[in-house]
């Protein structure tokens, strides 16, 4: 009947479509929010790319071909691609870790030479891509957010060994956000398990643990939020931003309900958990797809909001709060009313209208706040973008361009402090700063 | 069928792809927005894949039907964000702007119907087994999802179409 509206000569899906389809849907996952200076968002979920796997000037499709082809698990000590790299975290200027593609399967590798090279620690992980990992020095690391077991549990694991060997820890059914601040650990809990068809609201825990994550408890209050269980897939509609060991945010969001204003909530505790109280979400409904957070400090809040994506562009808007979210001013905007319901931003430009953040993204993994004048922002399918008067303008980032930068794909920007941050784009490698201006590609 | 059992996403995601991109293209006409929708729906199929087992392609059609009817529904405030140029190529634009908003029309159950039928161009036994209905209730909804359509349309469909094939 409609056959006669079929494109003549349909893409062939292929291993590059299937990378850029698990790289989305890592970004849906991914609503990460760390710590203020410390790893300013930490992974980058490299792989495919909408826009093409364009392996670089390093030349280095045959090493990628040979790594993805090997046979068997891969051992501990191979060198892998810098292309195959999909999310990095780093916990100095020389020491990281990686969850990185080897054709299918999802391998840990680390570098110890501030992303120049980089081995595979492990390639037998208890769970895969889009898989987040945070690390708390050499050895003591959390691996989340895989896809879910067939009891629909997303489970997090703990390694004290480098990522060696990994245990699962005694919480869930489904972790959705993880902070360490050394051996404090929190993680976000939902009480449902994916397998739930249709349910209500599901309540939400924050656990802790003291001791590494060795043991858990839930928090003396509650965070009061809910999960969506329709968004849980993604289940990662939940995002933990921890500022301090006492000072954190929970932000919760999920799809617009028909008619109505998106579930975003956000709520914050300045005492370790043991009260929370909410804070106005100043995110309208048209901009409401998507939002991460950021922040320098307690009170230093950035807050960018997404509409709905639309071939390669998305309106959105940044909030910043200087008094811990009591209050939220507009700092600037990528208005186009065409991709938000026909609503406007109330005022100000200043964002770039092309790529995509939240939930398109990878979350708060592709916005490092630093100070709360400097940041830096890597939407999808579009460049790395910094400001340095607060998030009211935002410039592309020249010196990455002409370390042959391509930007057309998916990728993060991470930072260490204040000087030192890499950028990851998938599937073509690794750019590095050391002087917060200027930057190299490495490999 | 790729939703059985214990089917790796990895395995069923080019005949999946496929699915999606097809029925996207329909209502978009637009290769850039069709990969974009495609690529969003397996992402979803993706995240949920463990709910999916058994049976994924009706629950990916009808999520990448829906996203390209969204896409379609934003197009009306005013021109795309120039990407694309959608009118300068596509001789069908009229034809698959009324399709979208015809869809839009349609109470959700004849649209799942509908969609599957004769936009994944289905069979009635594989869209009941889909939705879980019985194959009569499929072509009950199937024949007033098709009235409806057509009154939407007009003119713009082609008639003595209705009971095509049943590609199973």
Known sequence: MFGHLDDPAPPVPDARTLRAVVARAARLRRRRVGSALAVVGAAALALGLVAGLSVGATGSTSSVAAFDARVGTVPPGTAVPQADVAEVVFVDDAHGFALALRGEQTVLAATDDAGRTWRVVSGRLPTSLPAQIEFVGTTHGYLWGGPPTPAGAVPVWRTTNGGRTWSRAAIGPVVSDVSAIGPDVWAVVGDCALTTTTSPPCPVTVDVSLDGGATWAPSAGSPAVVEDPELSVGDQDLELARMSQAHAYVLAFGPLPAGGRPLGRLVYTADAGRTWVGRADPCPAAFGAGQQLAGSGTLDLWLVCGAEANAGSQAKELYRSEDGGRTWSLASAADAPVLSDGVSATAGAGLPLRGYVSPYALGHDALAVLTPTQAWLFPDRSGVFATTDGGGSWSEVASLVGAGFVGDGSGNVVFVDARHGWVCEAGTGLWRTTDGLHWQRLG | ?168
């Open chain 2, 1 to 168: 069928m790729a939703g059985e059992v214990g089917v790796r996403f990895e395995e069923a995601f080019p005949e999946l792809y496929r699915l999606a991109y097809r029925v996207s293209f329909r209502v978009l006409g637009d290769r850039g927005d069709a990969e974009d929708v495609a690529q969003e729906a397996l992402a979803r199929a993706h995240l949920r894949w463990a709910r999916l087992q058994g049976r994924p392609e009706g629950w990916v059609v009808t999520v990448a039907t829906n996203l390209a009817i969204d896409r379609y529904r934003r197009r009306r405030y005013a021109p795309p964000v120039p990407t694309d140029t959608l009118a300068l190529v596509d001789a069908h634009l009229g034809e698959r702007i009324d399709l979208g908003r015809s869809l839009r029309r349609l109470p959700r159950r004849q649209r799942e119907v509908v969609v599957l039928r004769y936009l994944a161009d289905w069979s009635e036994i594989d869209v009941a087994a889909a939705l879980g209905c019985s194959p009569g209730a499929v072509k009950s909804h199937a024949s007033r999802g098709l009235h409806a359509l057509r009154r939407h349309l007009g003119a713009s469909t082609p008639r003595g179409e209705d009971d095509v094939r049943a590609s199973g």
